[in-house]
Every structure is written in structure tokens, then in C-alpha cells.
């Protein structure tokens, strides 16, 4: 499929744009954001779009889509630490719903049955938004995660790991929980996002190699509702467009 190819330095305000424009055709979304490095430049626009454009997530529902194991609850590391850093605490005012694991029990297959239920509760999902890690993951789907994967535990692939490092987790986690792929693929809408010349083979790969479990984002080229939003310096291998 095409991606919508964006300059690097207008592609967060052109996401939190699109961002906006669902919450106003409806207030009550529920979304499933992720974290790491690639949204975190839209999260950073989201507040100013949303107040300049006059619409809030107040009756929006935000899905966490995956959560490591092993660490402690507030630790900066953490998915849901990250997302309320990075966004929901900066929102006036905040989501009216949020829907995370609970990662803290002494059960996380448990957790992982209350997280679907909780997602079906609101509703289900109207949009998933997605960051492409380097060796295809979507959420913690990792190399592997066939169509049907169901929410579950997950092992985590060495270069999940070694991203875990990055955001203060040392030693890392071995597992995480993730919405499945089955999940994802149930949305109503799903937005893949990728950029940096780090994510051009895998975007290539993703987009245009085999439909396979072994790269878990090609998968979603089977939904209607598929949308890739990339920066140009992803889509070329490196080079800004220059027109």
C-alpha cells in the first residue's frame, strides 16, 4: 500500500492534526496510543493542536497497548509511565477513560482476560495507533505473532530489550504484556507510524515484502481501515524529499 509521506519536520503536527480531526467527528473515541520514541514528538504537539482546534479528549477513552513486566510501579521505564508523562498529564483536561493492564497483581494472564473485557466494556476500539519497531513488532507483537494472537504475555525479542535499556529499565525486562494482534486487527481504524532512516527497511519490508507472522506489522496490510503516515527521511532510506 501507499503511505501518506510527510517533510520530517511537519510530520507530529500533520499526526496530531489527524489526531484532533477524530476527536471531533467523535468526542467519545477510544483510542490505543503506544509509547517509545516515534509518537513522542505528536504528543508533545497534541495539547496546543487540541486547544488551538477547540476539541479535548475529556469523554475519550485511552488504551494503553502494552506494559513491561517486572517493574515497579512508577518507574520511568514503564508504558503507562511514559504515557502520562509524555501526554496524559500535560491534557486540561484529561482522557474522561482509560483502559491499562495491571501489571502489579500476581497475575498477569489474568490481566491480560480484564484488559479485553475492560476494551469491550467501552465499546472496542475505534483507532489504534502503532509505532513500527526495527524488527517489525507492533505493540510487543514480536517476530512470530501470527494474526490471531490473542492479548497475552509475551517474551520480548533482544532489541525490544535493548529499547527497554534506553528508557532507564537496566537490566531489562524479558517479558512484557501486549494487545494482540487479533485485537489490533479488530479495530475500527488503524495508523501505522514510522520515521527515521532507521525504520526504512523495516518499512519496506512492512509494506511491500511477504504478508507474514515474521514481520508482524505486514499483517495489518489485511485491514480496510490501514493508514501508514511517514516521515520522508523513513519512506527514502534517509534522504529528505526534495520537493
Known amino acids: 500500500m501507499k503511505p501518506e509521506i510527510v517533510p520530517a519536520a511537519a510530520w507530529p503536527d500533520r499526526v496530531a492534526l489527524l489526531l484532533a480531526d477524530r476527536l471531533e467527528a467523535k468526542p467519545d473515541l477510544v483510542v ?10 505528536v504528543y508533545r504537539r497534541l495539547p496546543a493542536t487540541l486547544l488551538d ?19 515497579p510501579s512508577g518507574h520511568p521505564a514503564r508504558c503507562d509511565s511514559q504515557l502520562r508523562s509524555f501526554l496524559l498529564d500535560q491534557l486540561d483536561p484529561r482522557p474522561g477513560g482509560f483502559v491499562g493492564f495491571d501489571v502489579d497483581g500476581p497475575d498477569p494472564a489474568a490481566a491480560c482476560v480484564a484488559f479485553d473485557a475492560a ?9 489504534v495507533v502503532l509505532g513500527l519497531g526495527r524488527n517489525g513488532h507492533v505493540g510487543m507483537n514480536e ?17 525490544t530489550r535493548a529499547s527497554a535499556i534506553g528508557y532507564g529499565a537496566d537490566p531489562p525486562p524479558t517479558h512484557g504484556v501486549t494487545l494482540g494482534m487479533a485485537g489490533i486487527l479488530a479495530a475500527r481504524e488503524i ?13 519496506h519490508r512492512a509494506l ?23 516521515d520522508d527521511i523513513a519512506a527514502t532510506g534517509g534522504s529528505p524529499r526534495s520537493d
Do not use: F, N, Q
Open 32 to 41: 490505543c496510543l503506544p509509547t517509545g520514541a516515534t509518537p513522542l514528538p
Open 53 to 71: 482546534r477547540r476539541v479535548s479528549m475529556a469523554r475519550a477513552t485511552v488504551v494503553m497497548l502494552d506494559e513491561y513486566l517486572g517493574l
Open 119 to 127: 476494551v469491550t466494556a467501552v465499546g472496542g476500539l475505534d483507532l
Open 143 to 159: 517476530p512470530g505473532s501470527a494474526g490471531d494472537a490473542p492479548t497475552r504475555v509475551v517474551r520480548l525479542a533482544p532489541s
Open 191 to 203: 495508523w501505522l507510524l514510522a520515521t527515521g532512516a532507521p525504520k526504512a527497511e523495516i518499512l
Open 208 to 230: 511491500d515484502g511477504p504478508v507474514t507472522p515474521e514481520v508482524p506489522a505486514s499483517l495489518l496490510r489485511h485491514h480496510s481501515g490501514l493508514t501508514v503516515i511517514t
